[in-house]
């Protein structure tokens, strides 16, 4: 039983800092590359950006620059550290591996920023 549990969502104001947190259980280790992921209504799903388990990370071009991931292996945790948020960046935040496992998918956290 794999379960990622987002967290760390709100609501924001343009230009502000949100950092968000996935817990990962059930038989996801540090070795895996793990990755964020994104929803608006209406819109696709995005990739965010990922790391790898030995910390090399890549990002959307549209985050660049404003968002950092990072991993701590010893808590099966990824962050998603975000800053200059936009109005384009409010959307639904979801973790996953990457490529994205179909039945991984959690909740998500909201993350909504002032229009």
């Known amino acids: 039983q794999v379960q990622l549990v987002e967290s760390g969502g709100g609501l924001v104001q343009a230009g502000g800092s949100l950092r968000l947190s996935c817990a990962a259980s059930g038989g996801i280790f540090w070795i895996y590359t793990m990755a964020w992921y994104r929803r608006s209504p209406g819109k696709q799903r995005e990739l965010v950006g990922f790391?790898?388990?030995?910390?090399?990370?890549n990002y959307a071009d549209s985050v660049k620059g404003r968002f950092t991931i990072s991993r701590d292996n010893t808590k099966n945790t990824v962050y998603l550290q975000m800053h200059s948020l936009k109005s384009e960046d409010t959307a639904v935040y979801y973790c996953n591996l990457h490529p994205a496992v179909g039945t991984y998918w959690g909740q998500g956290t909201q993350v909504t920023v002032s229009s």
């Open positions: 790391i790898t388990n030995g910390g090399t990370t």
